[in-house]
């Protein structure tokens, strides 16, 4: 059931929320309600579904606007309270407090986790409730870090995995502004020619009466077409474009579909398997280093991952790590990983710096994802030249070959 509620906090001022309660009968989970939320409830209402799902989307949206950049300047700032002796309560209602416009989002964020902390509870469980803000990563490097004693150094941790993550992602999104920049500049053109430069082109032949090979009229009775139905061309163009965004966001198998095939295209397989392959070192070596167990490491690593290519193939290693076996004999089990990788993790593993290794290569296949990315204009100028020139080969086919053969018909009159 779903409820909206209104309590006092420990300042004896109003707070009004709504809360989620796994219970059917409306006693048992009022109960629940005020066992889950620590402080007095004036009262509480219970939503229609469809209204609580509302708020929840809406909640939801709004808490995962802050940035990475924000959100590890928000941790860097807690870990220099927090060892400069500044007791963590009094580190985040400085940064509940701060005015700054810059920091408003990061400002919302800090009073959700001061009300939880005046209703009593821990600092881990306070990160817990906000799962639209903090990793699961963050929140077990906040849960070893409070358990001991060094939520400083876990918070500047946190911070430090943030940026490299935030580095990693605008590596990969680097890499696709220049295709998406040419094919935009590509359909452009071909938009230019079909609503222009071709019912132009159709004008000409229709006042010369030339006869014209199949291929030309076919282009001619398309590009009439969507010159008399703009509006119904544009909206199925938008739909076209719409639809496997949508198709990403609420089809799993789509998304299966198309990071398989960005495992296989020749380019676009070096830029994911450099971006995957840094993104699991990062972590694993994070929450290696931070004392969590390897089993919560990889489960934690599982969920994180969005590339299905990879997170399938952790979810085997996990399942063999799990049944006793060593990490590197349970990566080569799951494929998928190269066999550099396996082997220096192997080494790590049997040498007790686990953590050290993996830090080598998530930072080896970030310098690759880098170089890719700076390399990517030359390694896609061949199959760009190829496209262009297939389009320009078409045009000479379809148009330019009607256009001189009337050339030369009127000068052969002459």
Known sequence: MFYIYCGLSPRNLPVVGWRKVSSDESSASRSKLIQSEDIPILWAFVLPRSIAGAIASISLKQGARISLR????????????????????????????????????????????????????????????????????????????????????????????????????????????????????????????????IPKMGELFKQMNAALPTSTVIALQIADWFSNNYAISLLGLTLLGISPLLAWRVSGAFRDLVWQAAHKVPICRKLVEASGLAFFCEYLALLSRSGVNLNRSLAIVEGATSDTFYRKRIAVLRENVAEGNSIGFSMGLASGFPRLMVRMISVGEQSGCLDSQLQYLANEYRNRLSILVKSLSELITPALVLLAGGLFLVLISVFLVPVYDLVRQSLAVR
């Not at 416009?101 to 939880?116: K, M, T, Y």
């Not at 600092?123 to 963050?138: G, L, N």
Request: proline share 3%.
């Open 70 to 197: 924000e959100l590890a300047s928000m941790l860097r700032d807690l870990s220099v309270m927090a060892r400069a002796g500044v007791p963590i309560l009094d580190a985040i209602s400085f940064i509940a407090d701060d005015g700054n416009r810059d920091a408003a989002r990061s400002s919302v964020i800090a009073r959700r986790l001061l009300d939880d902390l005046h209703a009593g509870v821990s600092i881990t469980e306070a990160v817990d409730r906000q799962p639209d803000v903090f990793s699961p990563t963050v929140k077990s490097l906040v849960l070893v870090g409070n358990e001991s004693g060094t939520l400083d150094a876990a918070l500047a941790e946190a911070a430090e995995h943030l940026d490299r993550v935030r580095a990693i992602k605008s590596d990969a999104g680097q890499a696709l502004v220049y295709p998406a920049v040419v094919f935009a500049s590509i359909l452009g053109a071909g938009a230019f020619w079909l609503y222009y430069v």
